[in-house]
């Protein structure tokens, strides 16, 4: 049983490897999984192979001997539930949508920082946070001249200047 656990465990490590987009050299990848990623994109397969090696292996080392069908039984289950767990997780973060784009509407109402004075009708700069990331963009002030350092609220944006007033 040992060979069989072992070759299970490599074949599963191999299958997720070979899975893997590995942009650096060697298959080159599509970008959707590597070359191999048709053949080998069950993660019900390669987990749940990598699981029951690795459950099997290591029951066969901690356990007493003569625990052959006991290992057996505990190290299916647990490869049905990995393969399963893995192709489940897969699947829902498949279905996700990565969204990281800032678009004018996203700025309105977003707290800022004056980086370059704001004087009556001319423009400076504001540093803002938005969605993890810290842009810069021109402002025109609403409330007279804004000082370096002053804090303000985005209320309108208009192309690339956004119009701020005072906190």
């Not at 749940?48 to 290992?71: E, H, N, V």
Request: with cysteine.
């Amino acid at each position: 049983m040992v060979w069989t656990y072992s070759f299970c465990l490599v074949a599963g490590v191999v299958l997720i490897a070979l899975s893997l987009d590995n942009d650096a050299g060697g298959l080159d990848g599509d970008g959707l999984g590597g070359n191999l990623s048709l053949l080998f994109s069950t993660p019900f397969w390669s987990f749940g192979l990598c699981g029951f090696g690795l459950c099997g292996l290591l029951m066969l080392i901690l356990s007493p001997k003569d625990s052959g069908l006991p290992t057996l039984i505990v190290a299916s289950a647990m490869g049905l539930a990995m393969g399963w767990g893995a192709s489940h997780v897969l699947r829902l973060m498949s279905r996700r949508e990565a969204d990281t784009l800032i678009r004018n509407d996203d700025l309105v109402g977003q707290q800022g920082q004056i980086t370059l004075t704001v004087a009556k009708n001319q423009r400076g700069f504001v540093e803002l946070k938005v969605r993890g990331s810290l842009i810069r963009r021109p402002a025109l002030s609403n409330a007279g001249t804004l000082e370096e350092g002053t804090m303000v609220v985005v209320v309108a944006s208009d192309q690339h200047t956004l119009r701020v007033d005072r906190m």
